[in-house]
């Protein structure tokens, strides 16, 4: 039977993160099928405490398996016997687990209010591997909101930790978190150093999962700094190294979205969007929010830059909605970019622009999004005065992202409404003059 001893252990597996599949890997399906078998012993012979490290366990494995509804309600069930208990690892862990199933959702601030919750327990008891996953997992949630600043403060958190647990696994992690802010926030040469030394750190301990990802976010980087030839190299080599484990549709599914990236960077458009089409239909099947939404902003820049309105519409208009059902402000920049691309393209400049100018003058706004559109806002800038655009600049910086992109939408289901003509009055016709009565 599984003991509190044994269960705390977890925490080592779920060093794994959030959804990037990095580390040893694991047979989900056994996993499962095993910690069944342990919440039914439990229930049998009314052990309470097993009965809730088996829940939680439970309902990590199936946040895996992308099983959330399922995964949810484990969780929770875990959580509240450990509140009833006062068990402060196991409230840490199941609070941990509801972040990690609202952060698979795009719900970053349901994650964040978790993952700081699960902080707050394991602070209780100076479980400090519990907080410095918790610190990781606060820095996820906030670079995914685009505070990136948070984001940087909660890695170095982490780490502080780290370093004093001799966790060369957990440290590279952080090492590649770091390094994603410096992506993010253009700091590229800072961003380098963070995914080198992770991808030491990676090769030391053999480990083949963290290594594909390391150059995989390292292709990122370059492809930001405008080497598509090195990016590519870097993509094609992390695939390799993934393939040589056995089948990964995660990986799969990137691997096609960084292609794509890499041939819209040359303006291969067809090319790159056979690579995001296939890339689209992998997360659909892995329901996989974030990356979905990523993929279909690419379709529809891709659509607008041939001219195809229509199919451009229907992308980002199924990205808006998808962003919006969670919050991750960074790709919802990216969302508002295209749709200001598509503005232009239907000859509405003066929306394109005051969208565009709402999105880049947002802080959670990433460095590239805004490399990406310096063509279309230049093109854009030749229609106003340098004035309205000083004006449209300083409007921008106090619009709010979500009611734009809402306000978009709204305004796509307003159909013309038909005006009735006013109805004919009768015209009576002209008779011979009645004759006046005689008084």
Same mark, same amino acid.
């Given at each position: 039977m599984l003991n509190p001893a044994t269960a705390i252990k977890q925490l080592d597996f779920a060093w794994s993160g959030l959804g990037i599949a990095t580390g040893t890997p694991v =047979?989900? +399906? /056994? /996993?499962?099928? @095993?910690?069944?078998k342990e919440l039914r012993d439990a229930r049998h012979v009314n052990d309470r405490l097993a009965m809730l490290w088996a829940q939680g366990s439970l309902g990590h494995i199936l946040i895996r398996l992308k099983q959330f509804k399922s995964a949810q309600q484990y969780v929770s069930d875990c959580l509240k016997a450990a509140v009833l208990m006062n068990d402060y690892a196991a409230v840490g862990y199941a609070n941990n687990l509801l972040g990690d199933i609202a952060f698979a959702q795009g719900k970053m601030e349901d994650a964040n209010l978790f993952y700081r919750r699960g902080w707050d327990a394991y602070a209780k008891i100076g479980e400090e591997k519990g907080q410095a996953w918790s610190y990781t997992n606060i820095g996820n949630s906030a670079q995914g909101l685009g505070d990136f600043e948070t984001a940087a403060k909660m890695y170095g958190k982490s780490l502080e930790l780290i370093e004093k647990m001799n966790d060369t696994r957990a440290l /590279?992690?952080?090492?590649? @978190? &770091? #390094?994603?802010? #410096?992506w993010s926030t253009g700091r590229y040469d800072e961003a380098w150093k963070n995914y080198q030394e992770a991808l030491t750190l990676y090769r030391t301990n053999q480990d083949i999962r963290g290594q594909a990802w390391t150059l995989d976010l390292m292709g990122n980087l370059k492809l930001a700094m405008k080497e598509d030839e090195e990016s590519e190299k870097l993509y094609r080599q992390a695939r390799n190294l993934s393939s040589s484990l056995g089948d990964d549709p995660q990986g799969t599914a990137w691997h096609h979205y960084h292609l794509g990236a890499v041939y819209l960077f040359r #303006? /291969? @458009?067809d090319d790159a969007k056979d690579e995001f089409e296939k890339a &689209?239909? @992998?997360? +659909? +099947? &892995?329901? =996989?929010t974030l990356g979905q939404a990523a993929t279909l902003t690419h379709l529809g820049e891709i659509a607008c830059r041939k001219n195809n309105s229509k199919p451009a519409l229907d992308y980002l208009k199924r990205d808006v909605e998808l962003i919006l059902s969670g919050k991750s402000n960074p790709l919802l920049v990216d969302a508002l970019a295209g749709v200001a691309q598509l503005l232009k393209v239907q000859g509405e400049d003066k929306k394109a622009i005051s969208l565009l100018m709402v999105a880049l003058s947002n802080p959670t706004c990433r460095q590239q999004t805004k490399d990406r559109m310096v063509s279309i806002a230049h093109d854009l800038e030749t229609s106003f005065t340098p004035g309205e655009i000083d004006k449209g600049f300083r409007w921008a910086k106090g619009a709010d992202l979500e009611e734009m992109a809402? #306000?978009?939408l709204n305004s796509l289901s307003k159909a013309p409404v038909a005006v009735k003509a006013a109805p004919k009055k009768k015209i009576k016709k002209a008779g011979k003059p009645k004759p006046k009565k005689k008084k």
């Amino acid at each position: 039977m599984l003991n509190p001893a044994t269960a705390i252990k977890q925490l080592d597996f779920a060093w794994s993160g959030l959804g990037i599949a990095t580390g040893t890997p694991v =047979d989900y +399906e /056994a /996993a499962k099928a @095993l910690y069944q078998k342990e919440l039914r012993d439990a229930r049998h012979v009314n052990d309470r405490l097993a009965m809730l490290w088996a829940q939680g366990s439970l309902g990590h494995i199936l946040i895996r398996l992308k099983q959330f509804k399922s995964a949810q309600q484990y969780v929770s069930d875990c959580l509240k016997a450990a509140v009833l208990m006062n068990d402060y690892a196991a409230v840490g862990y199941a609070n941990n687990l509801l972040g990690d199933i609202a952060f698979a959702q795009g719900k970053m601030e349901d994650a964040n209010l978790f993952y700081r919750r699960g902080w707050d327990a394991y602070a209780k008891i100076g479980e400090e591997k519990g907080q410095a996953w918790s610190y990781t997992n606060i820095g996820n949630s906030a670079q995914g909101l685009g505070d990136f600043e948070t984001a940087a403060k909660m890695y170095g958190k982490s780490l502080e930790l780290i370093e004093k647990m001799n966790d060369t696994r957990a440290l /590279a992690w952080n090492k590649n @978190l &770091l #390094g994603s802010v #410096g992506w993010s926030t253009g700091r590229y040469d800072e961003a380098w150093k963070n995914y080198q030394e992770a991808l030491t750190l990676y090769r030391t301990n053999q480990d083949i999962r963290g290594q594909a990802w390391t150059l995989d976010l390292m292709g990122n980087l370059k492809l930001a700094m405008k080497e598509d030839e090195e990016s590519e190299k870097l993509y094609r080599q992390a695939r390799n190294l993934s393939s040589s484990l056995g089948d990964d549709p995660q990986g799969t599914a990137w691997h096609h979205y960084h292609l794509g990236a890499v041939y819209l960077f040359r #303006g /291969a @458009l067809d090319d790159a969007k056979d690579e995001f089409e296939k890339a &689209l239909r @992998l997360f +659909e +099947e &892995l329901k =996989d929010t974030l990356g979905q939404a990523a993929t279909l902003t690419h379709l529809g820049e891709i659509a607008c830059r041939k001219n195809n309105s229509k199919p451009a519409l229907d992308y980002l208009k199924r990205d808006v909605e998808l962003i919006l059902s969670g919050k991750s402000n960074p790709l919802l920049v990216d969302a508002l970019a295209g749709v200001a691309q598509l503005l232009k393209v239907q000859g509405e400049d003066k929306k394109a622009i005051s969208l565009l100018m709402v999105a880049l003058s947002n802080p959670t706004c990433r460095q590239q999004t805004k490399d990406r559109m310096v063509s279309i806002a230049h093109d854009l800038e030749t229609s106003f005065t340098p004035g309205e655009i000083d004006k449209g600049f300083r409007w921008a910086k106090g619009a709010d992202l979500e009611e734009m992109a809402q #306000g978009w939408l709204n305004s796509l289901s307003k159909a013309p409404v038909a005006v009735k003509a006013a109805p004919k009055k009768k015209i009576k016709k002209a008779g011979k003059p009645k004759p006046k009565k005689k008084k």
